[in-house]
């Protein structure tokens, strides 16, 4: 039995063609012509439907494109687990194919305490992804003169993608048929719009009750409009923070809960610290990451220094008469 993968690696029409390609080697080995011809309709008359009912099912669930904002400050194998999870958990509704994932480093102005340039992080980003087919970096959050909300973050990507869709409609309404491209992964294969979500940890989810760091009415379009996909770490109770608020008991159903049951506590913040005690990260890190940052030595003891005491550009906006913090 030849099994074709529901993962998005490939799109829905390589996928089949890819065991089609597997089916010829398969019944060619060690057989006549005669015998080859006779084998392949034998296949294809006993998995016609199966081939058909596999391709209605896949088309038919709800495109998903995964957003990760945050400050990758580095990126850890943790930030690229998130992706993997939060895809496994949404094609197991049966309900989603996840056909993108972003991460989208944040705006340099954002006020971190130890947050390094852009595009550092943008690169550093940039090298842990080469070995992903489905995930990408968007550096235009982190272009933009000041830092952004969230929730317009993911309103720019929202646009971009139908803007994305929309010119492949009308590219492949001007080919023929035969000429189409079936790689795309936002293609005219998928027959409703796609849907994006933002991806965060339970930590994340639990910064909205954070006095003046949130507006209540971005949150409502996050979990509204949006949608969330958590992913649990240990210790958190993301299920018991939504069940003490309204709005996030409201929209529950839009909200999706993911446990990483294969524990992964690497934290941002540790691995700087280690990188600046001169401690080895390796297996924490991707390797082109390590290089990286060793190449440009880019966590020191002044790079951590740098913010510090002052507010988080969300809290200085909504909150104007605040003082700096004095740590």
């Known amino acids: 039995m030849i099994n074709i993968t529901t993962s998005n690696r490939i799109s829905l029409p390589s996928q089949i063609a890819s065991c089609i390609l597997k089916l010829k080697l398969h019944v060619n080995r060690g057989r006549t012509k005669e015998e080859q011809g006779n084998a392949m309709e034998k296949y294809r008359a006993t998995h016609r439907v199966e081939f058909s009912c596999f391709a209605v099912r896949m088309k038919s669930r709800i495109p998903v494109i995964l957003l990760a904002c945050g400050s990758f400050n580095p ?89 994305l869709l929309q010119s492949r409609k009308e590219l492949m309404e001007d080919k023929h048929p035969n000429e189409r491209s079936t790689g795309d992964s936002l293609s005219c294969e998928h027959p409703v719009l796609p849907e994006l979500k933002l991806l965060c940890g339970a930590d994340f ?25 958590c992913i649990s770490r240990a210790g958190s109770d993301p299920l018991q923070f939504i069940r003490e608020s309204d709005l996030l008991t409201q929209f529950q159903h839009n909200i999706f809960l993911v446990e990483e049951w294969i524990q992964n506590e690497i934290s941002a913040t540790q691995i700087r610290s280690a990188l600046c005690r001169g401690l080895s990260v390796k297996y924490l890190l991707p390797d082109p990451v ?26 200085k906006l909504h909150n104007p008469t605040a003082t700096p913090r004095r740590d």
């Open 75 to 163: 990126i850890t194998n943790m930030h690229l687990r998130l992706f993997e999870l939060a895809r496994d958990h949404l094609h197991h509704t049966g309900r989603y194919q996840v056909i993108e994932g972003i991460m989208s480093p944040v705006n340099d102005n954002y006020g971190k305490k130890g947050l390094v340039s852009a595009r550092h992080r943008i690169a550093m980003a940039k090298l842990a992804l080469r070995t992903s087919d489905w995930i990408r970096v968007d550096p235009w959050e982190s272009e933009q003169e000041t830092w952004t909300e969230t929730v317009k973050v993911l309103r720019h990507h929202y646009n971009e993608s139908l803007r």
């Open 205 to 229: 989810l639990e910064t909205f009750k954070t006095p003046k760091l949130w507006k209540e009415e971005d949150i409502k379009e996050i979990v509204e409009k949006f949608g969330l996909v």
């Open 290 to 315: 390590i290089a990286y940052i060793a190449q440009h030595n880019i966590y020191t003891e002044e790079s951590e220094r740098k913010n510090e005491g002052d507010l988080l550009q969300p809290l």
